[in-house]
Nanobody, 117 residues
Framework: QLQASGGGLVQAGGSLRLSCAASGIIFGIKDMGWNRQAPGKQRELVAAITSGGMVNYLDSVKGRFTISRDNTKNTVYLQMNSLRPDDTAVYYC?????????????WGQGTQVTVSS
């Protein structure tokens, strides 16, 4: 189970921090990431982080967004600065989790981010 939080309404140039916590009986976590889907558009990967801390970003968010994780809390974060109206979307976290049923790709419920101009 992944639970995302931290979305909201912010003015252009503002900041938000998203959090996504994995809960339940988890034996391991590999890659974690944040994706987004704007109205009428396909879902896209925004940022991802490996268990070792390697990161990659969508070109349009480089220098503005930072992904991080706390392995002791099974949580991934997305710090979003200098937000722009085109960042408006529903943001979804995902993670490769090892549970009693094996490895699987799990998704959070999504959190709305709205950036006003």
């Amino acid at each position: 189970q992944l639970q995302a939080s931290g979305g909201g309404l912010v003015q252009a140039g503002g900041s938000l921090r998203l959090s996504c916590a994995a809960s339940g009986i988890i034996f391991g976590i590999k890659d974690m990431g944040w994706n987004r889907q704007a109205p009428g558009k396909q879902r896209e990967l925004v940022a991802a982080i490996t268990s070792g801390g390697m990161v990659n970003y969508l070109d349009s968010v480089k220098g503005r967004f930072t992904i991080s994780r706390d392995n002791t809390k099974n949580t991934v974060y997305l710090q979003m600065n200098s937000l722009r109206p085109d960042d408006t979307a529903v943001y979804y976290c995902n993670a490769a989790l090892l549970s009693s049923t094996g490895w699987g790709d799990h998704w959070g419920q999504g959190t709305q981010v709205t950036v006003s101009s």
